[in-house]
């Protein structure tokens, strides 16, 4: 429910140091953090963060953000990350189980992202977003509930960048058809074909390295993958 929500009124606001106290530095309350990196990825529910997990240390120089709703799971991820990089501060820098970046690059917020996406990016400012194994009752909500929707579109539209990705992964036929619909009807997104992809780790990472991916995998089940690329906006 809203009111229980921390969001800022606009992305200027929000205090990234708090997330990425590596990358940005904590000032006094009337002066704004600087810092020349911004969050460029958004694991749009992303659960209990397996993809940030697996990805973090692939991209250390890219910093990542899971967005999740539920405040017991933000809780755990939070923790988690907050473990990991306790635990790769203490290893010696040669020691094999040393990763690169040290997770300082990804975190995760509370956040209802069909509410709030703008609240917390400035346009353009993503350029990956990833819609993983989400609405597992797809069938029973109304349209209007939905994570993929064509309203809800032009907003991802907005805060991703001209040539930026949105992947979308399901277990679920009936919401792969309904998310791949949408996202090609919409003028702003352009349909990737799945053979560019299959060499992309970061699709791999997206289809395996999630919690669901794996629940999904263990079961044998199938999965379907659209991604679409941001166009660039119109000239008008
Ligand atoms: N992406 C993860 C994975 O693959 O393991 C989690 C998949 S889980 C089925 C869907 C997640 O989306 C849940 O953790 C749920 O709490 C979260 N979620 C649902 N609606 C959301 C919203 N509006 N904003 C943020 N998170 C949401």
Request: hydrophobic share 35%.
């Amino acid at each position: 429910i809203d009111h229980e929500l921390d969001y800022p009124k606009r992305p200027e606001e929000m205090d990234w140091a708090t997330h990425y106290p590596q990358y940005f530095t904590s000032t006094s309350s009337d002066d704004t953090p600087t810092s020349s990196k911004q969050v460029e990825w958004a694991d749009v529910g992303c659960g209990f963060g397996g993809l940030l997990m697996a990805l973090a240390p692939m991209f250390p120089d890219t910093l990542m953000l899971g967005m999740e709703i539920r405040m017991s799971v933000t809780k755990y991820v939070t923790d988690r990350i907050a473990a990991t990089r306790q635990a790769q501060s203490l290893l010696p820098a040669d020691s094999t189980e040393h990763q690169s970046g040290g997770f300082q690059n990804v975190s995760v917020i509370r956040a209802n992202s069909m509410k709030h996406m703008p609240n917390f990016f400035k346009k353009g400012q993503l350029s990956k977003m990833f819609f993983l194994f989400p609405d597992p009752h797809f069938k029973n909500r109304k349209h209007k509930a939905r994570i993929i929707t064509t309203a809800l579109i032009a907003e991802y539209a907005y805060v991703l960048r001209p040539g930026g990705i949105l992947y979308t992964v399901t277990d679920v036929k009936d919401l792969h058809e309904w998310m791949a619909h949408h996202l090609r009807a919409h003028p702003l997104f352009t349909p990737i074909p799945n053979e560019d992809l299959v060499d992309d780790p970061i699709l791999k990472a997206a289809r395996t390295a999630t919690e669901e991916g794996r629940k999904v995998e263990r079961n044998k089940g199938d999965k379907w993958v659209a991604c679409f690329t941001r166009k660039e906006d119109p000239e008008d």
